[in-house]
């Protein structure tokens, strides 16, 4: 399982498999099990959905590593517009960005511009902006990043990973901010000199970063969001926090768009929060490698649609 998951994440930084890969109409027809289509149009027809069920959602335009800063602007304006389009339609989505995608490996003071931009657009349109957590060399500059954002903007949210070792001391040294945390496992190949090995491990630290968040939630103005789809996890967070007698409102979950559709639907009717992430855009092979990553008998499901032709 370790190697074919090592496999997949290699594959989503191959360059000839980059070119070639998402041309296959099988891996087209598949992948529209983690994303709904392309466009914001598909996005927020998907998040109209969900909302049937009482359950919002954060929007993701896929693309990384963008090669120049005429990209990175043009990244920049499509959220820019993307908040303009939620704001006028009055539809409750949130929006998470990568960094790299805005210029965070050419310029960083470019990077600053074009998502403080992003920011007062979001402020001004009384929305959130999340900034997603990349692979262990990003993190330094984007906690810096963070921090220099959250001191003029209170509407910006950084992701965390549970499996680097660091992570425990990076919300010890945000607390005195009242940051606004996604906590997820980790999507990437990290070596076991800044993370987690083995899954127990992750999944310990999880839970323990996450009792730590729901002992602040009632003395501190933060906000968490718990994203997992481990059910187990999800379900010992809930036990915590019934004993520490928080409401199920005040207690926020964050699962991606297909994945435990069912569970995703029950923690908004046991009365959660839950916030669906949704990924589009032309962009989403390395992201869809990720993805297979993290559960490698998603393949079966790939090669299912080979044979099903
Ligand atoms: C809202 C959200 C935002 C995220 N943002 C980031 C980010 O910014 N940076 C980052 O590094 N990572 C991010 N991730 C990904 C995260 O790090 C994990 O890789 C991913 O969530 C899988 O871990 P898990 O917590 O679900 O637990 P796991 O132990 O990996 O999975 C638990 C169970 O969920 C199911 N499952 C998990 N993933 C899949 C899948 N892809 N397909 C089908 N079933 C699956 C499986 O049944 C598995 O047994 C995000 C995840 C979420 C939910």
């Not at 993307?82 to 949130?94: A, H, P, T």
């Not at 999507?187 to 310990?204: C, I, L, R």
């Not at 967070?237 to 569970?263: H, S």
């Amino acid at each position: 399982m370790m190697i074919s998951r090592n496999i997949l994440l290699w594959a989503s930084k191959n360059e000839w498999m980059t070119g070639h890969i998402p041309n296959y109409n099988f891996v087209q027809t598949a992948v529209k099990r983690f994303m709904p289509g392309e466009t914001p149009s598909d996005a927020i027809d998907a998040t109209s959905e969900l909302l049937k069920f009482n359950i919002p959602t954060t929007l993701t335009h896929l693309g990384e590593n963008i090669n120049n800063l005429a990209e990175a602007e043009k990244a920049a304006e499509h959220y820019y517009n993307l908040l303009e389009r939620i704001y006028q339609e009055k539809i409750d989505i949130e929006i998470s960005l990568k960094l790299t995608q805005i210029g965070f490996d050419l310029s960083l003071d470019k990077t600053f511009d074009l998502f403080k931009q992003i920011l007062q657009k979001a402020k001004e349109c009384d929305n959130n902006v999340f900034i997603d957590i990349e692979d262990n060399s990003y993190v330094d500059n984007t906690i810096m990043f963070y921090k220099k954002m959250k001191l003029n903007f209170d509407n910006v949210g950084l992701c965390l990973q549970a499996y680097l070792y660091r992570t425990k001391d990076d919300i010890m040294e945000m607390m005195d901010i009242d940051p606004c945390i996604r906590l997820v496992k980790g999507a990437y190949n990290e070596p076991d000199t800044v993370a987690f090995k083995y899954k127990a491990e992750v999944d310990d630290n999880f839970f323990k970063l996450s009792k730590y968040f729901l002992e602040q939630i009632e003395k501190r103005r933060i906000r968490v969001a718990f994203a997992t789809h481990d059910i187990e996890l999800q379900q010992k967070i809930k036990v915590a926090a019934q004993k520490m007698e928080i409401p199920n409102e005040k207690v926020e979950f964050q699962m991606l768009y297909g994945i435990k559709n069912r569970e995703q639907i029950r923690l908004a009717k046991e009365g959660y929060n839950i916030r669906t992430l949704i990924s589009y855009g032309k962009a989403w092979y390395p992201w869809y490698m990720r993805r297979l990553a993290e559960r490698p008998a998603n393949v079966v499901f790939v090669l299912k649609n080979v044979f099903s032709k």
